[in-house]
């Protein structure tokens, strides 16, 4: 019973719903406590107060009351901290599993006021502090650990302070239903399928072996052997050996021709596949499970595909077949 | 952590233990100092810190020394100098912010005990800079990425705040008379006049400008000779020291024709002895204390604070003309083989003079005309001290007069007693009272003669009239021995020494003096009831009131509003036309805004399109190279809101 009332006080308080657009703090929305050091300097002051009384210690008590008065502004100035702060959600970009998944928040900060030491929260513990500057918006960017593919999200954030004495916690809720997306996690290395390479004309070719075309920046996911390490030698950075393929050539990426047993390391497999696929310039389709994407190439055409191997679902039916 | 933190922190420690460097044991004092160089030099070098074990060793070895040091560890010094000493060494060993949270709270703490030995104006304002510099090292914690300035601006702001604030408690938070539980023995220093009197124990107290008391006279002011503030009774010699004896049976005091009443309001300074001083002779006194059978006035406890009362006096009296037997053989009794050459002298003029009155002029006579004089560096006496003073040196200060004085009397049959206390004052025209110091302090005699009761005799009257008309440098010729203020310094000096004076009067009247009795007249003439619940409401009242203000104050800069009045304007247009449904996307142009809008609303096409090149012109172009105007373009702009408001009630319409 009690801890039904509870929990509508606690509806009632903190209102707890989805945030849509630019959320402005406003009082209904700021909350304050005092920290655990709040409650200690409280003590302390008490300790004082007593010793002022029996020592009869005017400047005793001058002391006692000017740092009490001080705690007790500092709760205005924790408040505005955070008070008509705009919030708004930003982009999200994809992140293969592994990686921090990076949640853009626009904080305007109208005022004329720097706001010190804000500190994003997540129900797990994740955090992050950043200073906003005064008339400008800023991007904080709040990462989080991903361990599985597919839609990541913060959940909710809580937005605090305890500027400027450490004495008063001011927080207030942020709830964007902005998600991002995890891929699977690349295998480090895969030779694309060899046999598995076909031609529109349906004869066999060696994928994307063929002619060396040039080099390009790496980027996280490439495959270890193409990396031009005489190029890297010659202290050029990172760089990735591309190859070309006769026009034409397209491969195509089929879940169940993956050695692996194991779902997971089989859209591993796939992913790796896709990547040096889209790396070498190949043309390349994915066939999973009940869907199938046709062969083609570019950046627009490898997110597809990730996409499609981070939300892949096998049916249960399939997955007890995979498992003899 | 941030170099800048350690070194304020530092700075705050050095600031909060500085006043306790001179009473702390010296070792103590160069054990800080060399801890807290130690400590800066690590950070200014980027040394680490040193072990835990040399942290551990160091802290066992120095609380080892204090225990030596007092025999003791409880009591207040005992106290303070443990934590004078943990919070420099806690200054090694900060890891976390939470350290540095514990290092400010005893910082904290630490300036709160110095109160403990000086209340003084100096203290208060050097309190504030102290906390000034604590809070700027607290702001550190929380604003990492600031200026220092930023930092300084706002531990200043929170100061200013609670200022006022604290004014309000510090009125108005009911005041409990203390103690609420027994103080330590070492609780408060004690100065002043003792219970007891030897040759030299005045001539000490001359040379401390210290105040004693400060007296308001509500009738008439005396005359300085009848100033004669009666302290401690000795009855009691042992042949070189005065002491107050023991009295084994009490009688009250009996004044009759009593006359010349002198009403004052007296504010003794803590001595931490139970005597209060009040003219010659007490007889009425505002607060709860016994008046002795030889006159004085023992308040119940040691005065430990600073107390104040008010008190009536009777310059002219007759005390006890009927007095005890046993009272009269205590003023009497001299030690047995002492000073045979005054027991001699006195036995003279005892022949020689049947009337005791006669024979205490006889003495003063002796006194007056063989060759006495005043000086605060009497040559040393011998075992026979009054002899070796009354028939070699004859140089003396007031205490060596009273004692050969009232050891003639005895040894002449006449029942006398020394009275010390204080004489005279110093009149501080700028606050209207009289100063007592240390410096005042006097001895006197009283002896009792038949018919008129115990009379007071001054043989220092004799030698140094100036003495007791004037001051003490009036009556001394060689003044180097003396006190400063006692020297008469120039007029200048002397004037800037009365307004501080005045203004510290006016310090511990008010601001230390402030206690349940202070508050509660001061409320009443303001016209409040003083009952705490009053109390506490106007002190809620009063709170509200200033934060209120104060977060009117801090807010406004929330609600700032641009200052430029083009985008005003332009974000006015941008809000009409988001009404009428052509809301701005927040990625979108001002230009392709308005083409936007110019496709959707031909109508509103051309003014908009036109309204918005001068915006961009004005707003982003070189200054003052716009075609538009402000004025002619601010004009413009608001015909357009006006033409917008039309479409809308014609829609509504």
Known sequence: ?324 | MNPSLIYFLLLSIAMVIAPHALHLPVWVSVLCGVVLLWRTLLTYFYKPLPSHKLLIVLTVASIGGITIEFQTVFGREVGVTLLVLLATLKLMEIRAARDVMALIFLACFIVITNFFYSQSMVTAVYMLATLFVVVTTWLHLETPNAQLKARFRLAGVLLLQAIPLTLILFVLFPRVQGPLWGLPQDAHASSGLGDTMSPGSLSKLSLSDAVAFRVNYESAVPRRNQMYWRGPVLWNFDGRTWTPGHNAFVMPPKFTELSQPMDYRVTLEPHNKSWLFALDVPYQLSIDATLTDDFQILSKAPVTSRLRYRARSHLVYHANVQELDTQLRRALALPAGFNPRTRELATTWRAQQKDDALLVNEALRYFNQQGFTYTLEPPPLGKHSVDDFLFNTKQGFCEYYASSFVFLMRAAHIPARVVTGYLGGEFNGVGKYYIVRQSDAHAWAEVWLSGRGWVRVDPTAAIAPGRIENNLAAAVQDNSAMSFMARNPPQWLRNLSLNWDAAANQWNQWVLGYDSERQFDFLTRLGMEVTWQKMVSWMGIGLALFIALFSAWMLRHLFHRTTDKIQDQWLTLCNRLAKVGLAREPSEAALAYAQRVAQLRPDLARPFLEITQGYNALRYGVAGQAEIKQQQWLVQAKQFARLINKTVSKLDS
């Open chain 1, 1 to 324: 019973m009690l801890s039904h009332f509870k929990q509508k006080f606690r509806i009632w308080l903190f209102r707890p719903k989805i945030d849509q657009g630019t959320v402005t703090l406003t009082q209904r929305r700021i909350f304050i406590l005092p920290t655990k050091q709040g409650l200690v300097l409280g003590g302390v002051l008490i300790l004082m107060l007593l010793g002022d009384i029996n020592y009869v210690l005017s400047l005793g008590y001058v002391l006692t009351f000017l740092l009490a008065m001080m705690a007790v502004m500092s709760m205005l100035h924790a408040f505005r901290n955070l008070a008509h702060l705009q919030i708004r959600a930003g982009r999200v970009d994809a992140v293969f599993c592994g990686e921090p998944a990076q949640f853009m928040l626009h904080f305007d900060n109208p005022s004329t006021l720097v706001r010190h030491q804000l500190w994003l929260r997540d129900l797990q513990g994740n955090k992050v502090s950043f200073d906003l500057p005064a008339q400008q918006v800023s991007q904080v960017a709040f990462s989080l650990p991903t361990h599985q593919r597919g839609w990541v999200q913060t959940g909710r954030l809580s937005l605090y302070t305890t500027f400027p004495l450490g004495l008063f916690h001011a927080w207030s809720y942020l709830h964007f239903d902005t998600q991002g997306l995890v891929y699977p996690k690349p295998l480090p290395f895969a030779p694309l399928p060899v046999s598995l390479a076909f031609n529109e004309a349906g004869k066999n070719h060696v994928a994307g072996e063929d002619e060396f075309a040039g080099l390009r920046a790496y980027t996280p996911g490439d495959a270890l052997p193409r990396i031009a390490w005489k190029a890297f030698a010659r202290e050029q950075g990172l760089q990735v050996k591309q190859f070309s393929t006769p026009v034409g050539a397209a491969l195509l990426f089929d879940y169940l021709h993956t050695p692996e047993r194991d779902v997971e390391a089989k859209l591993s497999h796939l992913t790796r596949w896709v990547l040096d696929a889209e790396a070498q310039g190949l043309r390349y389709g994915l066939r999973l499970l009940g869907s199938e994407l046709p062969a083609d190439h570019g950046v627009a055409h490898r997110d597809l595909c990730l996409q499609q191997l981070a939300l892949f679902n096998p049916p249960s039916t399939m997955t007890q077949k995979a498992q003899p």
